[in-house]
């Protein structure tokens, strides 16, 4: 499989997008986290790696997204994302995720890449507007990887975009992308209606179109319009998670988890410090899915000192990672809603119904699944996790196991529990 995927390295990509990605994203992203376990070592904080959501608006309406999508379109403007990638750089990261909405509606967003052409930007797109100049004009660029979201064929596609034509125009941008030799990626956000996607014959099928890496999202029903029975059982979970290590030793593909660390134990990038997100407002969020804020991008204060000193999302990181290592959002919609309502975090969405939203939530399983974890087969995988994608000892400090409830049957969590963090 390793001496496969070499070749398709050598013989399939235009080297110096290669280059960027190897340099960029790999030597500078090493250093990045490096730099944040020193950090931690000092009792310091930044973390390695931004989510930045550029705009709200998308042509799109999928089922159970959290953005607002049709509302007043916002977007954070090229000098703000600047100033934003510069202090972080200075922080040694090299590393962005671009969200919406959907990124490619914002006027600006080949110039935020053309102007960082030291840093690496890994975009979350539904791909529609991928255009064949688009795509020439991203590889000019040669520092960023669109990761472009198909969501099952014709059919489902449809059902779950809330469009028509979705599968096809998707796929035309995936081609645009791929025709210009462009590093890309493809995603499904796991659900009822789409897990038969989770198939070698899927991943045969992207292998030989020339799609580099992957990524199987768990859908979460969260948000405004939420769809509990698209959510995943327990057992397909883990069957998810089975099926992915499988893969990472048969096929010359890169499979992405953001979920598990080497030994197959659950964590949560916000909670372990490895990732927090800028909403298209400038809000600072532990993640997209939790859209309560304390601080802003546009603070007067330095970036540096915005993340240290901020207790809202220091007591995010310690609180939640006493009682899971799975998704505070789905175990425990509860202890996220204390954790708010002690530091009062504002709702950073633009229908000012979030709160609501998440006391309307019910205790549901999420990845961590005691007892059942899974170690990576992959010694390629297992090396990188070691050494640069795990807990950063979040959990072996914070975790207390006696405070985990039990997600799989849901419960009401112990009254203790409340008033203690609640006290």
């Known amino acids: ?43 310091e904080f930044f973390p390695p790696f931004l ?44 590393f962005f995720g671009i969200l919406g909405g959907e990124p490619f509606m914002h006027p600006e967003v080949l110039e ?24 020439r004009k991203l590889r000019e660029c040669g520092n960023v990887t669109p990761l472009i979201s198909v969501e099952g064929n014709e059919i ?34 796991l659900c009822q209606s789409n897990f038969d996607l ?23 029903p969260v948000g405004p319009d939420c769809n509990a029975d698209l959510a995943l059982t327990p057992e397909q979970q883990l069957e998810c998670r089975k099926f992915v290590v499988e893969m990472r030793t048969k096929k010359p593909i890169v499979i992405v988890d953001a979920y598990y660390d080497g030994e197959g134990r659950a964590l949560c990038p916000a909670v372990t410090g ?36 901020s207790e809202f999302l220091r007591d995010f990181r310690e609180i939640t990672a006493q009682h ?6 789905l175990e425990r919609p509860d202890l996220l809603k204390l954790i708010i309502d002690k530091h009062q975090a504002h709702d950073t969405t633009a229908r000012k119904n979030a709160m609501a939203e998440l006391e309307a939530m019910e205790i549901r399983p999420s990845q961590y699944n005691p007892g059942e974890e899974i170690p990576e087969k992959s010694w390629a995988y297992r090396l990188a996790k070691y050494f ?7 959990y072996g400090k914070h975790f207390d196991a006696s405070k985990w409830v039990e997600t799989r049957k849901p419960q009401n969590p112990p009254e203790q529990q409340l008033l203690k963090i609640g006290g």
Request: charged residues 25%; hydrophobic residues 40%; positive net charge.
């Open 1 to 43: 499989m390793y001496l496969r995927m070499l070749g398709r390295l050598i013989t399939e990509t235009d080297k110096r997008l290669l280059w960027k990605l190897m340099w960029n994203f790999g030597a500078k992203g090493v250093r990045s986290v490096q730099k944040h376990k020193a950090r931690l070592a000092r009792g």
């Open 51 to 94: 989510y930045i959501s550029v705009i709200n608006s998308c042509n799109l309406r999928c089922q159970g997204c959290w953005v607002d999508v049709a509302a007043k379109q916002s977007k954070i403007e090229v000098e703000a994302i600047s100033k934003l990638i510069g202090e972080a750089k200075a922080m040694g990261n090299s």
């Open 112 to 135: 935020i890449f053309a102007r960082h052409h030291d840093c690496y930007f890994q975009v979350f797109t539904n791909g529609q507007f991928i255009t064949d100049e688009v795509a």
């Open 156 to 189: 489902v596609s449809d059902v779950r975009r809330g469009r028509d034509d979705v599968y096809s125009k998707t796929m035309q941008g995936l081609q645009n992308c791929l025709k210009h030799r462009v590093m890309t990626g493809v995603c499904t956000s």
């Open 198 to 220: 989770l198939s070698e014959k899927w991943l045969d099928r992207l292998i030989e179109m020339g799609v580099f890496y992957t990524w199987f999202h768990i859908y979460r």
């Open 274 to 309: 490895f990732t927090h997100h800028v909403s298209p407002w400038g809000d600072i969020e532990p993640c997209p899915i939790i859209q309560f804020s304390k601080e802003s991008i546009y603070d007067e204060r330095p970036m540096k000192e915005v993340f240290q000193n």
């Open 324 to 329: 899971t290592r799975g998704c505070v959002v």
């Open 388 to 394: 640069f994608f795990n807990d950063y000892g979040t």
